[in-house]
């Protein structure tokens, strides 16, 4: 029996780190110290460091860090805020529960991350001008459109100083859905040279579920941003819009980081730019081996101005079902990100967007498929992974199996 080859190995880093891991539990009950202090200080201190930004705030997951960078960043009831539709629900359910109204603009082909052209042509015909505030007023909903939330996704950064020309021009804030592209960058040419993830925007938005580039062993995320202002109301709103212990300046939430879950994150920190790239020769193998076979499959685009960090490795097939049934029966993981596009799931029905509304992202949705993808993978699993592929999925020379 051959081995399997999973979608994503979480057992053996943590086997590897399982000593340091542990004495991050033991330093906690030997101090008490679960919720805030010097474990979160540190980690805050450290992942801001990283980003190349002055303040993290932590948060209890990367939803909250999204919906509460929105309020902190003045977004609320009577808001538009404008998002793609291929992106994992939290983003949208981040602006609704900031009390605002998702609205969608489609995806770059190539990249799958927000198309700034896209943005233009909704701001400039599905939206009027306020004459006084040049703010851009939804047709839709004669909503003023506020804030914009592109997503890296799967690791690549969105095109930003266009979208940040648009915001610009009509005001908008940007809070950038960063929680798949920790230390992704995007060469910025308005400003000429390498921007990180996070540090483009008013604020992003990270989330440390176990399967991310930087993942807690529990639920986690942050905030990072470098206003200063944003960072305070972020840190109010995480702990019940206290200023001080009881006393409350506003009414806030839950989402605090445990300080276990900032512990474990300082010490896989350490590790995360060598694990990206890691990941980056991992795609570099795939990439080599889908040219090599001339296999039937479309392998991620990365432009002149991209770093990917390759949290996902997707590719489009034509026949994506069958081709993840024949992989599962060989033993190979594989997974869809996303298999609904967000303005036909059943939540954002009710927002009218029908089929047809955002091709690009609908037909994406039905044709990636995201393969094994995590540091350790082998050079001989991977070549096992595209060996089974280009047996399902032919080569482009022979046209895809019909
Ligand atoms: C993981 C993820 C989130 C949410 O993060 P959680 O920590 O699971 O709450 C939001 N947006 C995107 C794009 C994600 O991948």
């Known amino acids: 029996m051959r081995n399997t080859i999973p979608f994503l190995d979480l057992v053996t880093v943590h086997r590897t780190l399982k000593e340091e891991l542990t004495a991050v539990f033991t330093?906690?009950?030997?101090?008490?110290?679960?919720?805030?202090?010097?474990?979160?200080l540190e980690f805050e201190r450290d992942f801001a460091r990283f980003c190349e930004l002055p303040y993290c705030v932590g948060m209890a997951n990367g939803t909250d860090a999204l919906r509460l960078a929105l309020i902190a960043a003045g977004i609320g009831s009577g808001d538009v805020v404008v998002t793609v539709p291929l992106t994992f629900i939290a983003t949208a359910e981040a602006i609704s529960q900031a009390g605002a109204q998702p609205e969608f603009v489609d995806i770059d082909r190539q990249t799958y991350t927000m198309d700034p052209e896209k943005l233009r042509a909704y701001l400039e015909r599905s939206c009027t001008r306020d004459p006084l505030t040049k703010r851009a007023l939804s047709k839709r909903t004669g909503r003023p459109v506020t804030a914009v939330?592109?997503?890296?996704?799967?690791?690549q950064m969105a095109d930003m100083d266009p979208i940040l020309e648009l915001a610009d021009e009509f005001d908008l804030t940007v809070i950038e859905d960063a929680c798949q592209a920790h230390g992704a960058e995007y060469f910025s040419k308005r400003e000429g040279r390498w921007r990180r993830a996070g540090s483009m925007?008013?604020?992003?938005?990270?989330?440390?579920?176990?399967?991310?580039?930087?993942?807690?062993?529990?639920?986690?995320?942050?905030?990072?941003?470098?206003?200063?202002?944003?960072?305070?109301r972020c840190q109010m709103l995480r702990d019940h819009g206290q200023?001080?212990?009881?006393?409350?300046?506003?009414?806030?939430?839950?989402?605090?980081?445990?300080?276990?879950?900032?512990?474990?994150?300082?010490?896989?920190?350490?590790h995360l730019g060598k694990w990206n790239d890691e990941r980056r020769l991992v795609a570099r193998g795939y990439h080599e081996l889908f040219a090599d076979t001339e296999a039937a499959v479309v392998v991620p685009h990365v432009p002149f101005w991209s770093r990917p960090v390759y949290h996902l490795y997707v590719v489009q097939v034509a026949n994506r079902e069958r081709l993840q049934k024949e992989l599962a029966a060989v033993g190979i993981g594989s997974g869809i990100h996303y298999p609904v596009p967000l303005h036909l799931a059943k939540p954002y029905e009710s927002l009218g967007f029908g089929s047809g509304s955002f091709p690009v992202a609908e037909e994406a949705a039905a044709q990636v498929l995201s393969l094994p993808m995590f540091p350790d993978l082998s050079s001989e699993d991977q070549y096992r992974v595209v060996k089974e592929i280009v047996q399902s999925v032919g080569t482009r020379r022979s046209g895809a199996r019909a």
């Open 27 to 40: 330093k906690a009950v030997d101090t008490a110290g679960f919720v805030g202090g010097p474990m979160v």
């Open 149 to 155: 939330v592109p997503v890296h996704l799967y690791g």
């Open 201 to 232: 925007g008013r604020a992003a938005a990270f989330s440390f579920y176990p399967g991310k580039n930087l993942g807690a062993c529990g639920e986690a995320g942050a905030v990072v941003t470098a206003d200063e202002s944003v960072a305070v």
């Open 243 to 270: 200023s001080q212990k009881y006393v409350h300046d506003m009414e806030g939430y839950n989402g605090r980081l445990d300080a276990i879950q900032a512990g474990i994150l300082s010490v896989k920190l350490c």
